[in-house]
């Protein structure tokens, strides 16, 4: 199981660290992804880092401004979000590989996630 926290309201330009803490797996064993969806849009995939932390992705629309880390004794991938724009609006979840433990290929592909979180919704506007 999954939760995803420490989504909220912030203006342009702002910062929001979300949280995904795991339970119920070992959680070191497997990579987890973000994602966000916006009402009326496809799940859109964020970052995807792996079971120890040593391989990590990002969506081009997020290079630069956002940082994926886990800690896996506290069970917890970290997801900082830094100068945030009106369009990173939307809800955040974190889930991990459906079949694998870790993933190769496209990574942030939401097809090849299960055990998707409840998401935390972040809203970025003045």
């Known amino acids: 199981q999954l939760q995803a926290s420490g989504g909220g309201m912030v203006q342009p330009g702002g910062s929001l660290r979300l949280s995904c803490t795991g339970s119920g797996f070992r959680f070191r064993d497997y990579a987890i992804g973000w994602f966000r969806q916006v009402p009326g849009k496809e799940r859109e995939g964020v970052g995807y880092?792996?079971?120890?932390?040593?391989?990590?992705n990002y969506a081009e629309s997020v290079k630069g401004r956002f940082t994926i880390s886990r800690d896996n004794p506290k069970n917890t991938v970290y997801l900082q979000m830094n100068f945030l724009k009106p369009e990173d609006t939307a809800s955040y979840y974190c889930?991990?590989?459906?079949?694998?433990?870790?993933?190769?290929?496209?990574?942030?592909?939401?097809?090849?996630?299960?055990?998707w979180g409840q998401g935390t919704q972040v809203t970025v506007s003045s």
């Open positions: 889930a991990r590989p459906r079949n694998a433990h870790q993933l190769a290929g496209n990574r942030l592909s939401a097809e090849r996630y299960g055990s």
């Open positions: 880092i792996s079971g120890t932390g040593t391989t990590i």
